[in-house]
């Protein structure tokens, strides 16, 4: 039934595509789009997991989000987008034992996350490989991360467990770092009203999200 249902909304949005045209006032004297600008905000559900488990033998899950505000230019020909933005991400791992990779139980470390938090500000330059008012964007970009909370840790009994009378650890984040950004996804412009776009990348971790933009009157 679900299926079904997914094939019924992709044929309505086939059909019903020249109606999110771009239309005239879009468009310059040989018919091409023009140069606009598209204000909207974008969610992210992100996990760092597949990364870590690289790296620890043992660890606590850390998934969480990212949301917040973006400037959209689209490009004279309607191929490229740079996007500004500015997002803040928050996750929440349980507190636990930690053991980097290949070290004895013994070393493993309880740690505990605190308040942990990052705001990022960040550009991206995205092509977008068009057919009419559907594409499929692919793009990558820098940013600055600024972290706040705290994250300490506690030697172990060898069993995962905190160490009574353990002397806390608390590790030295930098508050400012710089930070990679990848994105790729369809989207779907809808002529003067904006455009939606689902992707995956890497944004302060693997994620899968979507954006919502609407077009600025300028």
């Known amino acids: 039934m679900r299926i079904g249902r997914l094939f019924l909304l992709a044929a309505m949005m086939l059909t019903s595509a020249s109606a999110f045209a771009v239309d005239d006032d879009e468009t310059d004297n040989h018919g091409k789009p023009k140069p606009r600008y598209e204000l909207g905000a974008r969610f992210h559900f992100l996990t760092v997991n597949p990364i870590l488990d690289n790296y620890y033998d043992d660890h606590e899950s850390v998934n969480g989000y990212t949301v917040g505000p973006i400037l959209s230019r689209r490009s004279e020909d309607g191929n490229s987008r740079l996007i500004l933005g500015i997002d803040y991400s928050k996750t929440s791992p349980d507190d636990g034992p930690w053991l980097e990779a290949g070290d004895d139980p013994v070393e493993a470390e309880y740690t505990e996350f605190r308040n942990f938090s990052i705001l990022t500000t960040n ?96």
């Open 123 to 218: 550009f991206m330059f995205a092509h977008v490989f068009r057919r009419g008012p559907f594409g499929f964007a692919v793009g990558g970009g820098l940013g600055l991360a600024f972290t706040s909370g705290t994250v300490t840790s506690y030697p172990t009994d060898g069993n995962g467990n905190k160490l009574a009378g353990g002397e806390p650890d608390e590790k030295n984040i930098p508050k400012v770092t710089p930070t990679v950004l990848i994105k790729m996804g369809p989207q779907f412009e809808m002529g003067r009203i904006g455009t939606v776009t689902l992707d995956v990348g890497l944004h302060n971790g693997l994620y899968a999200g979507a954006s919502v933009t609407t077009a600025l009157p300028f």
